[in-house]
């Protein structure tokens, strides 16, 4: 079946930075598009960013523009998301999602799998 698995979480410094990575298993990777969403406690889950099948495009939420990356690898089946300038607004729950559809859509629905997502704390 189908895994996405995210590590690399913690808690870290206001101003510190974080990377994360999603292994995915089970599926022709390439031929799905990747996103970050994350989501803090009381909040609905937020788009953080996407990259597109190949790895040539990336969309950013405009809260996370300029400090977070979004990479792939589809020779291992990974996909990373570079976090800097970490404030306490970041502290979420990140994961990621794989999507058969074109693009990198914002909204979760949108996504066929999800892994069960990483805790990210930043501390002030």
């Known amino acids: 079946q189908v ?47 996407g990259i597109t099948r190949t790895g ?20 291992r089946n990974t996909v990373a998301l570079q976090m800097i300038s970490l404030n306490p607004e970041d502290t979420a729950v990140y994961s990621c999602a794989a999507t058969a559809a074109w693009g990198t859509p914002v909204i979760p629905r949108a996504y066929d799998y999800w892994g069960q997502g990483t805790q990210v704390t930043v501390s002030s």
């Not at 405009?62 to 990479?71: E, L, Q």
């Open 3 to 49: 895994q996405l698995v995210e590590s690399g979480g913690g808690l870290v410094q206001s101003g510190g930075s974080l990377r994360l990575s999603c292994a995915a298993s089970g599926l022709t990777f390439s031929r799905y598009s990747m996103g970050w969403f994350r989501q803090a406690p009381g909040k609905e889950r937020e788009f953080v960013g």
């Open 56 to 75: 040539d495009s990336t969309y950013y939420a405009n809260s996370i523009k300029g400090r977070f990356t979004i990479s792939r690898d589809n020779t």
